[in-house]
């Protein structure tokens, strides 16, 4: 999808975004009646389409959110009627919205489709947009994008070295450095998290380090972003059913497509910010020499771990690289993760669960940035009593803590990992949709986390300079 500004030729289907009054007063009787009806919010003349302004009161993040969800629903329409490319007039921050739902609401995965389907909307004119908002617009597009093709590309043609590859380039592309450590680096640093989920898989896990230091960075020391990368997850030798579970598991990797996807909205837009990125990358499977109920690893910080079920795998390759992250004396370390079941059944498909051991003022900043963009966040708390839930006869934790509180639990592991400003954000709940009624955020993946942070970073930075 392209954006511009700019005055285009033979353009002729147009968007105008104004107040309901001024719409009525255009139509015919008829035309009036089937608008006045509460749920109708655009009616099509010819090649124009006349959609109402937000209610007066809605506050702001509402109304932005009820242009998204509007931007949506106008896909099909848009499909239907334009010939590629059509300008939207209108108020500055209720066109960008609405922009932004059409763009995301017109994604469409297209990889498998032996005839893919024809693209008819390419092209969104804003006339009053400003050039800073175009970009802006364009670069988080194109994260979410490229985020939601990680997430619902099968395992088959995206393990962990696929991702490795595709980081690096998409480094080259935007200018970021990216190292990739192999099993046999792994395996020197004894990151026995990331190991032990591996041992059941014939492709061998990856841990990607991420570096975007631009001359102006705002920060010395750098924010670190921390990605689960379970490429697929069976539940090991805990073996997940399928229906409902395991087969929607290509998308446990949606916390390190989340992070690429932020390393490439915040390159491209070059914001001025020091940020790392580290991504433990395997699948998690029965096969081989799987760990099993029971066992005892060593992570990388020395901590020893009775691993009771094997379906807890993603908060052991996390806990590797939240102790990893600590070499980099970081201002702020914030974790993504498909992590639990228990955050779905605390907040449904409606929020995103988070926890940590941050200042308030940072946390903050990040619920209004999730408010802002509608990515919701709702926090729990980390109270000491919830660490003797994970306490192991055998060795020093153990991952699972059992029925209750099992979100809680799971970032109480974590936090064990961490010496610094944490946040931790359980994905589970957004980042992979099963039914069409989500708006723009559509079915499968939905890009989670991208436009959160990249708010939350635009936030961060201005906090910092001041």
């Not at 619902?152 to 690096?168: I, K």
């Amino acid at each position: 999808m392209k954006f511009t500004n700019k005055h285009v030729e033979n353009v002729n289907f147009q968007i105008t975004c104004t107040t309901e009054e001024k719409i009525q007063s255009t139509l015919n009787p008829s035309e009036r009646k089937y608008f006045a009806q509460k749920d109708v919010k655009f009616i099509r003349q010819d090649s124009r389409w006349l959609v109402k302004m937000p209610e007066t009161s809605l506050a702001e993040p509402e109304a932005l959110e009820w242009c998204r969800v509007t931007g949506s629903e106008l896909v099909p329409e848009l499909e239907k009627w334009t010939d590629g490319a059509i300008i939207i007039n209108g108020p500055e921050k209720f066109v960008l919205a609405l922009a932004e739902g059409i763009a995301l609401g017109s994604y469409r995965f297209s990889r498998y489709l032996s005839k893919k389907p024809e693209v008819r909307l390419s092209q969104m004119i804003l006339p009053e947009v400003t050039d800073q908002n175009i970009r802006y617009l364009t670069a988080l597009t194109e994260a979410v994008y490229a985020t939601r093709d990680l997430v619902n590309t099968p395992v088959m043609d995206m393990n962990a070295s696929d991702l490795a590859g595709y980081s690096v380039q998409l480094g080259k592309k935007l200018n970021f450095s990216v190292e990739i450590f192999e099993k046999k680096k792994i395996e020197a640093l004894k990151m026995g998290g990331l190991l032990g989920v591996n041992k059941g898989s014939i492709d061998p896990p990856t841990f990607t380090v991420l570096e975007y230091k631009p001359t102006n960075a705002v920060n010395d020391k750098p924010i670190v972003l921390v990605g689960k990368g379970v490429m697929f997850d069976t539940g090991g030798l805990s073996l997940k059913p399928t229906p409902g579970s395991m087969d929607s598991m290509k998308s446990d990797m949606s916390g390190a497509a989340a992070v690429l996807g932020v390393f490439h909205a915040v390159a491209a837009l070059e914001l001025p910010i020091f940020l790392a990125g580290l991504i433990p990358a395997t699948d998690n499977r029965p096969g081989e020499n799987a760990l099993t109920p029971g066992d005892v690893i060593t992570m990388y910080d020395g901590t020893t771990v009775e691993v009771l079920n094997t379906d807890a795998e993603g908060r052991l390759i996390l806990a590797d690289a939240l102790a990893y992250a600590k070499k980099y004396e970081p201002v702020l370390v914030i974790d993504l993760a498909t992590l639990t079941g228990a955050a779905v059944m605390a907040v449904s498909k409606h929020a995103n669960v988070v926890m940590g051991t941050a200042d308030e003022h940072t946390f903050h900043l990040l619920e209004k940035a999730g408010y802002a963009v509608y990515e919701r966040c709702v926090r729990l708390p980390l109270w000491k009593e919830y660490k003797d839930m994970l306490k192991s006869q055998i060795a020093d934790l153990k991952n699972i803590g059992g029925r209750e509180a099992g979100a809680i639990t799971a970032g109480k592991f974590l936090e064990h990992f961490t010496a610094y400003p944490w946040i931790h954000i359980d994905i589970a709940p957004t980042a992979f949709l099963e039914d069409n009624g989500n708006a723009y955020r559509g079915k499968g993946g939905t890009g989670t986390g991208v436009r959160l942070l990249v708010e939350f970073l635009k936030y961060w930075i201005d906090e910092y300079r001041n």
